[in-house]
């Protein structure tokens, strides 16, 4: 004998609402693991910067600071996540904005000229494009003192084609770095661009030095 129509219907609005509650549930799930990320790497940034704080050796400092500030955007990246109202698109030109407003307030006499599109990214991409943010913008602050005043940095954002171009340009005296004199910073940035399926390069400015990222699909 068939189902009668009403009893059809009581079924299927009992299915929506389980799979509905398993939805929620695992967003809930998702949110607490972010949550949980997010806490752990602000810890490790704080115990980086202490150790920074306490090493008496200057190239000691300079590499607990750096891996500080890197830890400190993954964090942001996570943050930024959890608050959004999409959490599988990343808002990529909020992040350079606060993200990039706090490094150069951290340079006494910087200052960063800032020109963004609005560009959403893949969650997924999130993190590596908040190290290469993070990369450059300190790479271009700390060498880019081109006088008194410290120095002078652009950084550029531009949606393009349904991807998206990242430049940051210093005024700094020193040329581009050859094929095999690119720090760890740098070959980590590249890294990262192939990472994503994005394009790296290096060009000179005169003066200073303009890096380039070049993503095809956002």
């Known amino acids: 004998m068939s189902q009668a129509p009403e009893s059809c219907d009581l079924t299927q609005a009992q299915t929506i609402a389980a799979l509905q509650a398993a939805l929620e549930a695992e967003r809930v799930r998702a949110r607490e693991i972010d949550h949980r990320a997010k806490n752990s790497l602000q810890l490790a940034a704080s115990l980086l910067l202490l150790l ?54 951290a340079h006494e006499g910087a200052a960063v000229r800032l020109a963004l599109d609005p560009v959403e990214v893949r969650a997924a991409h999130a993190g590596p494009l908040a190290l290469i943010v993070n990369e450059l913008t300190i790479n271009a602050l700390t060498h880019g003192a081109g006088g008194p005043t410290g120095a002078q940095v652009s950084l550029d954002l531009r949606a393009a084609d349904g991807g998206f171009k990242l430049i940051v340009q210093d005024d700094g005296p020193r040329p581009p770095p050859g094929p095999g004199d690119a720090g760890f910073g740098l070959t980590m940035v590249k890294l990262l661009a192939q990472q994503i399926g994005a394009s790296f390069a290096l060009e000179a400015a005169q003066p200073g030095v303009r890096a380039v990222v070049t993503a095809a699909c956002a």
């Open 52 to 105: 920074s704080r306490r090493s008496k050796e200057p190239e000691t400092q300079r590499a607990l600071k750096a891996m500080h500030q890197r830890l400190g955007a993954v964090a942001a990246v996570h943050r930024d996540i959890l608050t959004a109202d999409r959490p599988e698109r990343f808002d990529l030109t909020q992040f350079v904005r606060e993200h990039v407003t706090a490094l150069t307030e």
